[in-house]
């Protein structure tokens, strides 16, 4: 029997029974199926180039028995639903829309945590090396027996396996697996610890509680480390981070661990120390999770934050544009500026003053550590949020900043610009060029997040609420030169007049 897409189906009879029982195909699955025959037999499809439709006693192996073909389809629309359930908990990979910068900010270069790209590199044997001493040392610091410490891991282990991409960790077996976990989560313990250091009995002394040499490994190649451990694919289930910390001889302070990583993304900080405060509603993922949440400023509110509502756009526009240059912004009188806040990367919008407008963004500090720690958070709302437009507006900040970053950049002198207007902080870090070819290569690749349509839209009602007083500026600002000859020049002769005149006067 002929069927369609060049399957073929053969039916085998079986005994007792005639050819002509009810069969069932279902085109196309890549895996082995059974559906219930009307006896105690099944049939059996196999989806790997021609279609079999064969009867077995018993269903063996991978095989999943359905009633009907349907059932085929609606459990894998139930596989998609579920994982779609988890996508604020699972421990994603890069997006594949953001594969040009996978290269640069996807795979960690010094120290890998979880399965993904643990051992592919020679570089991460000085940091597997120093996760042995990491967990020795939270060991002997926790007062409890390796066998207590490794036995609470291996409870989670499980389920820290399930938040991983399933295919990606098939290679690990659990005598693989769960020792990783167990190393990957001493060793971020113990990085954390050091962040958290408090002044000693010298208040010239920063002391730490984690062992010198391991703080001073950390020390010596902190921007790094701190680079790898912000990466989508180099994290670990807070479910094992948190099962571990039960066993520190005091809590680790989350406030100070957070408020003195926040400023690094600015190069100019309080000599004040400033706690970050913590949400209790909030249940990190991992520690990128973690970070985002706290550093898009979720749990601030400033004087300048956009609501979290949508701006409506007003009744007089009929049109909105999805992009404005910053040719366009400045011919309309709306200029750059930096928020004089502590980083929150939410505070973008725009503002009105008396003649003139601003689109106001958050002050970053651009090296090779925050671009990472950017692109990564981006990418990350991205694997968390499907559509930006049905959650709150935090749910896409960090997209929405770096969107409005790349819309005011096509040259170089607009990263000089940015310089200027200290929106881009700091000397050392990436060149004009750099910056450039991130900002552009980000905007082709992100989504547009609520916060960025506020601002858009903020920006088209100041353009026709205005639009009388910007044909003038906007005169002002393109003939600017000209206007300023023309009144030097009348000026000029406007006193050539007044001396003939007062050498009239003296004759």
């Known amino acids: 029997m002929q069927i369609p897409c060049d399957y073929q189906l053969a039916v085998s009879d079986w005994e007792g029974t005639s050819a ?21 037999n099944t049939l059996v499809v196999s989806s790997s180039g021609l279609q079999q439709l064969n009867m077995v006693e ?23 639903e579920d994982e779609h359930g988890e996508m604020e908990t699972k421990i994603h990979l890069f997006p594949a829309s953001m594969k040009d910068l996978s290269a ?19 570089d991460f044997r000085e940091m597997e090396s120093a996760k042995y001493a990491a967990a020795c040392h939270f060991i002997k610091d926790s007062g409890h027996s390796v066998e207590e410490v490794w036995g609470a891991v291996l409870e989670v282990a499980d389920e820290a396996r399930s938040h991983y991409d399933e295919e990606k960790v098939r290679r690990f077996g659990d005598d693989d697996f769960r020792p990783m976990m167990f190393y990957d989560g001493c060793f971020l313990l113990q990085y954390m610890m050091s962040w958290c250091g408090h002044k000693g009995d010298d208040d010239d002394v920063m002391v730490v509680d984690v062992d010198p040499l391991l703080n001073s490994v950390f020390s010596s190649n902190d921007r790094r480390i701190f680079s790898d451990l912000v990466l989508l694919e180099n994290q670990l289930p807070w479910v094992v981070v948190k099962k571990l910390m039960g066993f520190m ?7 100070t661990f957070l408020g003195r990583v926040k400023p690094s993304l600015r190069s100019r900080r309080d000599i004040e120390f400033d706690p970050v405060i913590l949400d209790s509603s909030y249940k990190p993922p991992h520690l990128l999770g973690l970070l985002r949440h706290y550093f898009v400023g979720r749990n601030h509110i400033s004087s300048t934050q956009v609501s979290e509502t949508q701006t409506e756009i007003s009744h007089k526009a009929k049109k909105v544009s999805l992009s404005v240059s910053i040719i366009e912004l400045a011919e309309i009188g709306i200029k750059l500026t930096a928020t004089k806040n502590k980083i929150e990367l939410q505070d973008m919008g725009v503002r009105r003053g008396i003649f003139t407008g601003e689109l106001f963004l958050a002050p970053l500090l651009l090296d090779d550590a925050n671009a990472g720690f950017l692109v990564n958070m981006a990418a990350l709302e991205l694997c968390m ?30 990263v000089q610009r940015l310089r200027k207007k200290h929106i881009l902080q700091g000397g050392g870090g990436l060149t004009d060029r750099n910056a450039l070819d991130l ?53 000029g002769f406007a006193g050539f007049l007044g001396a003939i005149k007062s050498l009239k006067g003296s004759r």
């Open 439 to 491: 900002f552009t290569s980000l905007e082709k690749h992100l989504r547009l997040g609520k916060s960025y349509d506020n601002s858009i839209v903020g920006i088209e009602n100041y353009k026709v609420d205005r639009w009388l007083w910007i044909i003038v500026y906007k005169f002002v600002y393109n003939n600017l030169k000209i206007i300023i000859a023309v009144v030097s020049a009348m000026a």
């Open 249 to 255: 001889p005091k809590p680790l302070d989350m406030e």
């Open 20 to 40: 002509m029982e009810p069969t069932a195909w279902v085109p196309g699955f890549p895996f082995e199926m059974t559906v219930a025959a009307p006896a105690s």
């Open 385 to 414: 949020t499907p559509d930006f437009f049905e959650t709150y507006n935090t749910m896409s900040v960090v997209c929405s900043y770096l969107c409005l970053l790349g819309m005011v950049t096509d040259s170089e002198k607009d």
């Open 58 to 80: 018993e269903s063996t192996g991978h095989q999943y028995e359905w009633s009907s073909p349907i059932e085929v389809f609606e459990q894998a629309t139930q596989a998609f």
């Open 104 to 122: 640069e900010y996807a795979a960690p270069k010094i120290v890998s945590i979880g399965p993904y790209h643990h051992g592919k590199s020679p």
